[in-house]
């Protein structure tokens, strides 16, 4: 038996699942903390709001990606901020991992989330 929490929820309960993570940005340069949204009727810390809203757009276009056999279901998906972020094997070409664009919800520019089973990446992390 793998241990993930993947693996739990499958061996455990017999439920399929998938883990989206997302860190958001540790750094603003020209960009308001404080965004308020153009019809003025909600308003984001985006520090706080900016992972939830990323992880909301990734599971959509995931969602999307897979009905349209754009990419096969995995186990994870990581925002390409978190993901870029992991201090992998320096074996591992982490560049040329399978992803997906996606178009976070507060952000202009589009982006891009990995997609990988949970074994892959926890095999390829640098041990300390």
């Given amino acids: 038996m793998t241990f993930s929490g993947v693996s ?6 017999g439920l399929n699942c998938y883990t989206i993570l997302t860190q ?3 750094e603003y340069y020209d960009d308001d903390l404080l965004h308020i949204s153009d019809t003025r009727n909600h ?7 900016v992972p939830f809203a990323q992880l909301l757009s990734i599971d959509k276009s995931t969602r ?11 186990e994870l998906y990581l925002d390409e901020t978190f993901y870029h972020s992991l201090k992998f094997r320096f074996e591992y070409n982490k560049n040329e991992r399978a992803k997906s664009a996606y178009k976070p919800i507060m952000s202009a520019k589009p982006s891009h989330y990995f997609y990988a089973d949970v074994k892959t ?3 390829n992390l ?3």
């Fill in 8 to 13: 739990i929820y499958r061996e455990t309960i």
């Fill in 43 to 49: 308003i984001s810390l985006n520090s706080l709001g």
């Fill in 126 to 128: 640098e041990k300390e």
């Fill in 24 to 26: 958001g940005y540790n």
């Fill in 64 to 74: 999307e990606a897979i009905k349209n056999g754009v990419h096969p279901p995995s």
């Fill in 121 to 123: 990446i926890l095999d």
